[in-house]
């Protein structure tokens, strides 16, 4: 499970432009399933069908996005300078002093104007990508190219440091659980989402296409336990969080009690979350076609929309295991 999260946290995938992700999770997914598709949006819909003789079987689908934040050139100076906007959360803190990469292959370093004040607020329209070039006409890339935040996987004791665990975590729990649901009274839909970053977009398709009793988006959730935090209860190390809240979602009670006693009945540690910022794919799955039945497995993690965001092996683990406990057994509501 490590050395997939090291080359999914390490491949390119801003958000749009999931292709490298898609080609790892297709390549994943395909002994573990039984239909895999790719739907018009570049969502990956792998099927995992109920067991033979199985009653009324409920359509489950899990959702973790492919996507990651990263940046779109919208105009080259004649010195070869870069200027850029964001694909989906960009924070100026993180972006300055940033290495990017082109999903061409082209590396930068993002400068500012001038910095006046070392602590002042950072928009990213003051900044620019120096891709190496002295004009526009050696400039490596074009208006329209994307990139995203470039930085090395690395482990520190049980936790783990890189760019897009947001969601590339979510994405290797959706795979894993995979593999450990041997057979299931369910109709499981693991869907490998797009464009999440953005607004949630792939997963509004996906969930139209496949038309679920239940929906669980299996993302990260900021955590309240580093210094001056946002008073949150998530902390890393205490396993999978059951959401109850986010800015734009209320999960359905009947999912969030059907997660919280599965998790007790399986011994697995888990959080309570009430998430104070953000949202997942499950509230474009709670409000799509007539409705559906939603709630989100988060994955704690800080430094969330860094390139150096941290999770705990352990929460992986435990994250994994919940999931498939949930796919397992038969749905009673
Ligand atoms: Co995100
Ligand atoms: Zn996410």
Redesign the pocket.
Known sequence: MKQLLKTLTESFGPSGYEDAIRKIVVTEVKPLADEVRVDALGNVIARKKPASGAKNPKKIMFAA?MDEIGVIVSHIDKNGFVRFTNIGGTFGRYTLGARVRFLNGASGVVGYDRLEQMDHWLPIDKMYIDVGATSKKDCPVKVGDVAAFERPFVEMGNRIVAKSL??RT?VVALIEAMRAVKSTPNDLYFVFTTQ??VGTRGAGTAAYGVDPDIGIAV??TPTGDTPSSLKMVMELGKGPCVKFRDVGMLSDPRVVDWMLQTAEKAKIPHQREVLLVGS?DAREIQVSRAGVMAGAVSIPVRYVHSSSEMVDYDDMKNTVKLLAALASKPVTF
């Open positions: 996005h947001d969601d979510g999440e970053e993302d990260v997942t």
